[in-house]
């Protein structure tokens, strides 16, 4: 089920989209505003999927709402309406990304037409984002076995040695931590500390169970999340170097090329080709 909210100072109006939305029995849970200024105060509120406006209302015009909804919510479609001597509305509309524009007095089949669109579009992303969860989840499945297999070898090299248990909830705890707190500045000292561990020893238990150093793991999985951000996500690659962790771009592109071999920007081109 989503949820519309329709904005409009006539009851009436209101009243008859009502009626369509449930003659053609739409999923839609619906909410009400008479004006732009109550319609904001719903979105700021209420996690809202499509925006049905008119254009004229007092306090707050349909454009003007238009502009703070996609402001509030980027992915919000909005559905403009209006009468037929308003075009100059129309390109503003346009101009703002509304998903359509309908015309005073509403035309039933236009309607079912134009809601129907928008649900299927709805539909496709909804889909998309599981897909991207359920991905996600392998991804993230494949780290954690790879970790568990590699401090299992280690409690099997040390069988004998009493402080094998130790030392492993020592590396898991580091490796959550890794896992949780990847963008952030994670120093051997640092990481260290959390444990309490000294900062040599913990660097030659953790190469020991892992097979490389804290730097170079920390650095493995930024990477293995920045190539998972730039494949899965429309995030600007000056904005995915920042949420792995990384404070200069130019470093995080060379660190991503000697990774992967190519470039960030050559990564997204070659993951999105049609």
């Known amino acids: 089920m989503f949820r519309i909210l329709i904005a409009d100072d006539d009851k009436i109006e209101r009243e008859g989209i009502k009626f369509l939305m449930a003659k ?3 999923p839609f849970d619906i909410l009400e505003a008479k004006h732009g200024r109550a319609a904001l105060e719903l979105l700021q509120a209420h996690d809202m999927d ?48 509304v998903s ?15 809601i129907a669109a928008v649900i299927q579009q709805l539909q496709e992303e909804e889909s998309a984002k599981r897909q991207q969860e359920d991905w996600q989840q392998v991804y993230e499945a494949g780290l954690v076995y790879q970790q568990e297999k590699r401090l299992r070898n280690l409690i099997q090299d040390h069988a ?10 020592a590396i898991e705890d580091v490796l959550r931590i890794i896992e949780k707190e ?49 494949d899965q996500s429309n995030y600007k690659i000056n904005d995915v170097y920042k ?9 995080f592109g060379l660190t991503f090329k000697q990774s992967f071999g190519i470039t960030p920007k050559q990564y997204r081109e ?5």
């Open 160 to 169: 004998d040695d009493p402080d094998a248990d130790s030392r492993k909830r």
């Open 50 to 97: 499509v925006l049905l406006t008119d254009i004229k209302m007092p306090f707050m015009d349909g454009l003007q709402l238009a502009r703070e909804a996609r402001a509030l919510k980027p992915q919000l479609k909005i559905l403009i309406l209006s009468g037929h001597g308003e075009f100059d509305y129309a390109k503003t509309a346009i101009s703002l990304q």
């Open 243 to 251: 949420m792995v962790g990384f404070s200069d771009m130019s470093y």
């Open 24 to 26: 053609y029995a739409f």
């Open 100 to 114: 359509n524009y309908l015309l005073k007095p509403i035309e039933p089949e236009e309607f079912r037409s134009v």
């Open 270 to 274: 070659k993951v999105r080709l049609p």
């Open 182 to 230: 990847y963008e952030k500045d994670l120093s051997l000292d640092y990481l260290s500390k959390s444990v309490h561990l000294s900062a040599s020893y913990l660097s030659h238990t953790f190469k020991k169970a892992t097979g490389v150093s804290v730097v170079k793991y920390i650095t493995q999985y930024r990477m293995e999340k920045a190539k998972y951000l730039l």
